[in-house]
T-cell receptor
Framework: EAQVTQNPRYLITVTGKKLTVTCSQN?????MSWYRQDPGLGLRQIYY???????DKGDVPEGYKVSRKEKRNFPLILESPSPNQTSLYFC????????????FGPGTRLTVT | DQQVKQNSPSLSVQEGRISILNCDYT??????FLWYKKYPAEGPTFLIS?????DKNEDGRFTVFLNKSAKHLSLHIVPSQPGDSAVYFC???????????FGQGTRLTINP
């Protein structure tokens, strides 16, 4: 089954404790992206990647890191989480020439206390 | 600066009637528009799109209308069904820009 998977689905952590949210897709997509969803703000892009070893900042990259060492994986790293990073996070992927019709993962709800 | 706006946080419609969801944008460089649908505890799924060279695109019960002069698009669902109850996000992209810009979302509830 074609899908984007994210782990964990739910996470409660404390300020400053490094964490990684994994994202994997099995559709051989070149383009991958991370979004956060907050009430009243919709989805905002954090980082995106056009292909392996090619990443770039989205609209809200502060406090986040990403890497793209393999085509299928695009982990999101929070080196020192803060309470304002409490949010619902989505990973998405698509073919390079169809990057606007993206496939989304199920989401990761992160709470930072 | 919210470049894509959905001014109605929620909408309630009777089953069988027409649902109309609205979206406004400010960036005249946007040339492609999409609607995504999101159920609780799931990620958004692509629903329908329209290029700026068109003013209408239809797919079954779903039709998207684009009014470029007003910088406005709308999604019509006819007839509305209980399974259409979800949050709908409008999104836009500009040629050569590698991202989608999303609106805030509208929660649609279809009442039996």
């Amino acid at each position: 089954e074609a899908q984007v998977t994210q782990n964990p689905r739910y996470l409660i952590t404390v300020t400053g404790k490094k964490l990684t949210v994994t994202c994997s897709q099995n559709m051989n997509h070149e383009y991958m992206s991370w979004y956060r969803q907050d009430p009243g703000l919709g989805l905002r892009q954090i980082y995106y990647s056009m292909n392996v070893e090619v990443t770039d900042k989205g609209d809200v990259p502060e406090g986040y890191k990403v890497s793209r060492k393999e085509k299928r994986n695009f982990p999101l790293i929070l080196e020192s989480p803060s309470p304002n990073q409490t949010s619902l996070y989505f990973c998405a992927s698509s073919f390079r020439d169809q990057k606007r019709e993206q496939y989304f993962g199920p989401g990761t709800r992160l709470t930072v206390t | 600066d919210q470049q894509v706006k959905q001014n109605s946080p929620s909408l309630s419609v009777q089953e069988g009637r027409i649902s109309i969801l609205n979206c406004d944008y400010t960036n005249s460089m946007f040339d492609y528009f999409l609607w995504y649908k999101k159920y609780p505890a799931e990620g958004p799924t692509f629903l329908i799109s329209i290029s700026s060279i068109k003013d209408k695109n239809e797919d079954g019960r779903f039709t998207v209308f684009l009014n470029k002069s007003a910088k406005h698009l709308s999604l019509h669902i006819v007839p509305s069904q209980p399974g259409d109850s979800a949050v709908y996000f409008c999104a836009a992209s500009a040629r050569g820009i590698q991202k989608l810009v999303f609106g805030q979302g509208t929660r649609l509830t279809i009442n039996p």
